[in-house]
């Protein structure tokens, strides 16, 4: 367990994003975070209980239906990216190093400015209309 939170903790110092964020900026990240991650481990019933343990950021809908659809959508095709290095990374990588990597993917993609400008975008759209 002590190992898995080390990871963790690596993971997040190596994936750095640029700027401060708003609450409302943090919920839209942190639920396509969650998806990521339960799409990630394929909607397995141990994600499950673990992501419904974890109320970090959560509302009710505060974002409104079509984003919340949107960021799954969007975690669904990030898991085919992370699908496809695992198969490549049986023919590439170290027999120990080889499988998915969900944790840094989601991570990544968390603090990544691809994922800034999405929610950017997203929001400032939703509050024009």
């Known amino acids: ?5 080390f990871f963790i903790i690596i993971i997040c110092f190596s994936c750095k994003s640029s700027k401060e964020i708003t ?7 942190y639920y396509y975070f969650k998806s990521c991650l ?9 994600i ?10 959560n509302s ?15 975690a669904q095709k990030e898991v085919i990216k992370i699908k496809q290095d695992s198969i490549k990374s049986l023919t590439t990588a170290h027999k120990s190093a080889q499988g998915k990597r ?6 990544c993609d968390f603090n990544s400015k691809w ?3 999405i929610t950017a975008f997203k929001l400032q759209n939703r509050l024009l209309n």
């Open 23 to 29: 609450r409302e900026e943090k919920v839209f990240k």
């Open 115 to 117: 994922l800034d400008s």
């Open 38 to 46: 339960k799409y990630g481990f394929n909607k397995s019933d141990e």
């Open 1 to 5: 367990m002590k190992f898995f939170l």
């Open 102 to 107: 969900v944790f840094e993917k989601c991570l």
């Open 60 to 74: 009710d809908f505060a974002l409104g239906l079509r984003n919340y659809k949107f960021l799954d959508s969007l």
């Open 48 to 57: 499950i209980k673990i992501l419904s343990q974890d109320k970090s950021y």
